[in-house]
């Protein structure tokens, strides 16, 4: 199960942080991920860590503005949002990959899906 918080409304110029934990695993060897939802569009990927934290990737769109982090002990992943802006503003979910160690951008590479939290970044 994947829990997420953090959302909220800031304005453009602003900063969020966004987390994810990940309960009922044993193990942390799995990637973890977050997309994003804007009203009216599909589901888009903004970054993934692998299972131990050793390697990100991230959308274009975010690159040099969102940071991933993952605590493994503690099976919680954090996502820290800076110089948001209206764009950004959707859904945002966290996923996990069985997968631990090979990133991806695909949905569907995903098993595991939180149920959103909304960051709305107004102008």
């Known amino acids: 199960q994947l829990q997420a918080s953090g959302g909220g409304l800031v304005q453009a110029g602003g900063s969020l942080r966004l987390s994810c934990a990940a309960s009922?695993?044993?193990?942390?060897?799995?990637?973890l991920g977050w997309f994003r939802q804007a009203p009216g569009k599909e589901r888009e990927f903004v970054v993934a860590i692998s299972s131990h934290g050793g390697n990100t990737y991230y959308a274009d769109s975010v690159k040099d503005r969102f940071t991933i982090s993952r605590d493994s002990a503690k099976n919680t992943v954090s996502l820290q949002m800076n110089r948001l802006k209206p764009e950004d503003t959707g859904v945002y979910y966290c996923?996990?990959?069985?997968?631990?160690?090979?990133?991806?951008?695909?949905?569907?590479?995903?098993?595991?899906w939180g149920q959103g939290t909304l960051v709305t970044v107004s102008s």
């Open positions: 009922g695993r044993t193990s942390s060897s799995y990637a």
């Open positions: 996923a996990l990959a069985l997968q631990g160690t090979i990133l991806s951008s695909h949905i569907k590479a995903y098993n595991y």
